[in-house]
């Protein structure tokens, strides 16, 4: 539990203190303190793969061999990964809102007081509201491309970890026992192999499927709402 902690404070610091805001922004921090603790649920019960894998034989060597042959690849690391991956397209929004406050900061600075309180500076899509700056889409189109950009590759980032899930993952359970051929290893013969605690397993895949299913959606909807709403109502 220490480390779901340590991974949340971050998230939740970034999403509270921050003196940027703009549509949507702390349903995708929250998306991803929910992926963050599914992912910690969910890899419970593939830490102890190595040892949940049996084989009709006694030798341990064979075994191993075998195992790494059916999980020739980390599964919880790629599901790491992935995470990370979403992490950065919220990340390039949040640079991207900071770089826009900076750049009409500077540009308000250098106009005169007088103009300033005349009308302010033209073409600023951003506005105070409690102290914190929000990004107005609707005077903004780049801002609306980037944002557009940023929820796309987090649909097509979900949509390569379902694929994972449903086309690498899960048909290594699906299989009552797995026919190992060791043969390439010296004293290595054709086993049977099983892996145990199964049901587990597919249950903690079935949840990441149910909140790869819900960020699609999400994701889906707010990307046609602003395209109808900012783009095609100018």
């Known amino acids: 539990m220490a480390a779901?902690?340590?991974?949340?404070?971050?998230?939740?610091?970034?999403?509270?203190?921050?003196?940027?805001?703009?549509?949507?922004?702390?349903?995708?921090?929250?998306?991803?303190?929910?992926?963050?603790?599914?992912?910690?649920?969910?890899?419970?019960?593939?830490?102890?793969?190595?040892?949940?894998?049996?084989?009709?034989?006694?030798?341990?060597?064979?075994?191993?061999?075998?195992?790494?042959?059916?999980?020739?690849?980390?599964?919880?690391?790629?599901?790491?990964?992935?995470?990370?991956?979403?992490?950065?397209?919220?990340?390039?929004?949040?640079?991207?809102?900071?770089?826009?406050?900076?750049?009409?900061?500077?540009?308000?600075?250098?106009e005169m007081p007088s103009q300033s309180e005349q009308g302010g500076v033209g073409g600023d899509p951003t506005s105070t509201v409690g102290g914190r700056m929000v990004i107005d889409l609707h005077k903004s189109k780049i801002s609306v491309v980037v944002y557009l950009f940023t929820v796309m590759l987090r649909i097509a980032v979900e949509v390569f970890f379902v694929c994972v899930l449903l086309f690498w993952v899960l048909p290594k359970l699906n299989q009552q026992f797995y026919v190992c051929n060791a043969q390439s290893f010296s004293g290595c013969s054709v086993q049977q192999c099983v892996v145990r605690g199964a049901a587990e397993k597919k249950m903690s895949v079935y949840a990441l499927l149910f909140i790869s299913a819900l960020v699609i959606i999400t994701s889906s909807v707010f990307c046609l709402y602003s395209i109808g709403h900012y783009l095609c109502n100018g």
């Open 4 to 110: 779901i902690v340590t991974g949340l404070i971050p998230i939740l610091r970034t999403a509270v203190e921050s003196t940027t805001s703009y549509k949507g922004r702390t349903m995708w921090f929250g998306l991803l303190c929910i992926r963050l603790v599914t992912i910690f649920l969910a890899q419970l019960p593939w830490k102890s793969l190595n040892e949940d894998f049996h084989c009709n034989i006694t030798n341990v060597f064979c075994i191993k061999a075998c195992f790494n042959i059916h999980f020739d690849s980390s599964i919880v690391m790629a599901w790491h990964f992935l995470f990370i991956l979403l992490v950065l397209s919220v990340l390039l929004m949040e640079l991207f809102s900071s770089h826009l406050r900076n750049s009409f900061q500077k540009k308000k600075d250098r």
